[in-house]
């Protein structure tokens, strides 16, 4: 079966810029994940949605942050506007079904560079 | 704090030898999960373990639990290069729906 998408692969913004992330996950999949990984750390969630709905969004920095899952299918990530600090990378993931068992399937990441 | 925290944070090893490295957490789980990130593959599940578990078994993998001690271990035997990878242990805590991963052992094999 075709993995969890994402694009773009890499990304250079300068600070104060805007930029949007994709993510395709495994079909059928309910349950995606997008997460922040600072280099040298652990992914870090940022939101989870069942199908179209928000989940979990108490890591978010909603200020500059936000995403959405419209039909329940895929997902963006928008950072509005981004600083340096945002620089990291952007991992999705998808899992079949809700539980406290989901095995968590990622995608490739974005690698996004703040200037 | 709820994730996980590996122990040692770096591990060189040479072929065919077994790696094993160390995870503590601070809350009551459901179950640990172990994941393995290299450039190559990207973010990979390798194994969970539930709370009233103490040991699992996948291939070359061992993962054992310690719920008294709230610690688990995940031990790699007869290593390859392609184990070379940075590996995360990830909690999940009781009564949350989110994975807490750690910081992540790096491990690198020597051929």
């Known amino acids: 079966e075709a993995g969890v998408a994402q694009s773009p692969r890499y990304k250079i913004i300068e600070k104060r810029q805007s930029v949007a992330f994709w993510c395709n996950p495994i079909?059928?999949?309910?349950?995606l994940y997008w997460y922040q990984q600072i280099l040298g750390q652990g992914p870090k969630l940022l939101i989870q949605f069942q199908n179209n709905g928000v989940v979990d969004d108490s890591q978010l920095p909603k200020d500059r942050f936000s995403a959405e899952r419209l039909k329940g299918v895929d997902s963006t990530l928008k950072i509005q506007p981004a600083k340096l600090e945002d620089s990291a990378v952007y991992l999705c993931a998808s899992s079949p079904y809700p539980g406290v068992e989901e095995t968590q399937y990622f995608g490739p990441g974005t690698r996004l560079l703040v200037l | 704090s709820q994730q996980g925290e590996e122990d040692p944070q770096a591990l060189s090893i040479q072929e065919g030898e077994n790696a094993t490295m160390n995870c503590s957490y601070k809350?009551?789980?459901?179950?640990l999960q172990w994941y393995r990130q290299n450039s190559g593959r990207g973010l990979v599940h390798l194994i969970l373990i539930r709370s009233n578990e103490r040991e699992k078994h996948s291939g070359r993998l061992r993962v054992t639990l310690d719920t008294s001690k709230k610690s688990s271990s995940l031990l790699i035997t007869a290593s390859r290069a392609a184990d070379t990878a940075s590996y995360f242990c990830a909690p999940h805590p009781y009564g949350n729906n989110r994975l807490a991963f750690g910081k992540g052992n790096q491990v690198v094999v020597i051929p």
């Open positions: 809350t009551s789980i459901n179950n």
């Open positions: 079909s059928g999949h309910a349950t």
